[in-house]
């Protein structure tokens, strides 16, 4: 949008970008600088942004001032006059003063790819606990740029890189900042205790935790609509919402999933990580992905269709490290088979390495058996006849298992259900 001084819409802008990146020639940089480009397009894409073109430099070192040197910002100065472009989206996180000097040379709008990713945020979040995370990111982020970002914040409500909750309050002062990310921060607390009090029930009815976990857009929500069908559920108010972009979901989702032979789980569908993914917004969210650290196991979906799934694997990696729950019982799922071509495509196979099409069910009854011999493997199915004189031992079993039927007989109470290796020991004597 384009206001008046008087504060009105005047117009709608469409965002036309040129996207730019640094290659540096690093050993530490954790993908090729066309896949992190063609990434960053994809999220220029996912934002609202038509890209125009891309611009990559060779520079052993970062310029302090402009990012990229004088001489190739003038350069770009003038691509952008040529293609009339209003919008310059940098690859790596700028300064607030870099910032602003590229925008006051440029005569454009100059974001950088944590501010894209915060923007994707800020359109996607729905729930009161994922905007105020998205709003605690951009103020945490902001706030030491408020300087170089002045220009940026008067454009309020200008597109790409001014959207979300927080975006009134970011031309207040550094005081009133750390007041609203004082206050966030007590609103998510209190959020979590719930949740915390939410995991806690879980824990007491015992039903395992299964977190879908993976790289942005790798099909995790339709893998969970999949199984969701799988078991039975049609309504609407049960699927996720899925779609095939970068962000599509934001908040974590959980539904309870019965198989054929009524074991139960918990299924948990999480948000999406990225490359360069910002610290902030790690931070902000990682109350929600701490839900992660109490999953039973793992399942981590991979695009394999994406040429560069394996540095994606490692992201992942990386962030389930941080959490502490790399060395979880996982199952490593390869997603999309089914637009693989050519038959000497070379796709991994190996123990608790699953193929998989979460859009066409392909491979879903092989996960779902894995997934049921990795949470109930000490599981036995077993009939027991309980004497009307140890009701506890039936109150037991209908709390602590599954049980699948009871039958009041002649000589007492005959229950079906799954005992684990314990439980049977202990109630060997009653088994029929």
């Known amino acids: 949008m384009q206001f008046n001084e008087n504060n009105e819409i005047i117009e709608h802008i469409e965002q036309r970008a040129v996207l730019v990146g640094v290659s540096t020639g690093s050993r530490d940089e954790v993908t090729t600088i066309e896949n992190s480009m063609q990434e960053l397009e994809e999220l220029a894409q996912a934002a609202g942004a038509e890209v125009l073109e891309k611009v990559v430099q060779n520079k052993q070192r970062i310029d302090a001032t402009y990012y990229i040197g004088k001489g190739k910002a003038e350069e770009i100065r003038i691509l952008c006059n040529a293609l009339d472009a209003n919008l310059v989206i940098f690859n790596d996180e700028l300064s607030g003063a870099q910032i602003r000097n590229l925008e006051e040379l440029m005569e454009v709008t100059v974001i950088d790819r ?3 990713i915060l923007d994707i945020f800020a359109q996607r979040a729905q729930s009161k606990e994922g905007k105020l995370q998205v709003e605690l990111a951009q103020l945490r982020y902001r706030l030491p740029r408020l300087i170089g970002l002045g220009r940026a914040l008067s454009r309020t409500g200008a597109g790409i890189g001014t ?8 031309e207040l002062d550094r005081r009133h900042i750390l007041d609203r990310i004082s206050d966030i921060r007590q609103q998510l607390e209190e959020i979590k205790k719930n949740r915390e009090v939410q995991r806690g029930k879980r824990r007491k009815s015992e ?8 790289y942005t857009n790798a099909g995790k929500s339709t893998l969970m609509n999949q199984i969701l069908s799988y078991a039975g559920f049609h309504q609407e108010d049960k699927s996720v919402y899925a779609e095939d972009m970068l962000f599509a979901t934001l908040d974590t989702a959980h539904r309870k999933i019965q198989l054929p032979d009524k074991e139960e789980f918990i299924l948990i569908d999480t948000v999406g990580f990225v490359s360069k993914l910002p610290h902030a917004l790690v931070d902000a969210f990682k109350a929600t992905l701490e839900e992660v650290q109490d999953a039973h196991l793992i399942i981590h979906l991979v695009d394999v269709t994406n040429r560069d799934y394996e540095m994606q694997m490692k992201v992942t990696e990386n962030v389930l490290e941080e959490l502490e729950v790399k060395d979880k019982s996982t199952i490593l799922v390869f997603n999309k088979i089914d637009r693989i071509e050519g038959e000497n495509t070379y796709i991994p196979r190996g123990k608790d390495l699953i193929h998989l099409s979460a ?5 879903l009854d092989e996960l779902l058996k894995t997934v049921k011999e990795k949470l109930f493997q000490d599981q036995k199915k077993v009939a027991l006849l309980i004497p009307y004189n140890r009701g506890d031992i039936v109150s037991y079993l209908c709390d602590k298992t599954k049980v699948l ?3 009041y007989q002649e000589e007492g109470v005959f229950v079906e259900t799954w005992l684990n290796t314990a439980d049977y020991n202990r109630y060997i004597s009653f088994i029929r």
Do not use: M, Y
């Open 114 to 116: 944590t501010t894209l």
């Open 163 to 170: 959207r979300g909750p927080g975006e009134k309050k970011l």
């Open 207 to 214: 039903i395992p935790v299964v977190a879908l976990v993976g």
């Open 359 to 363: 859009l066409k069910g392909i491979g």
């Open 405 to 407: 039927s009871t039958e």
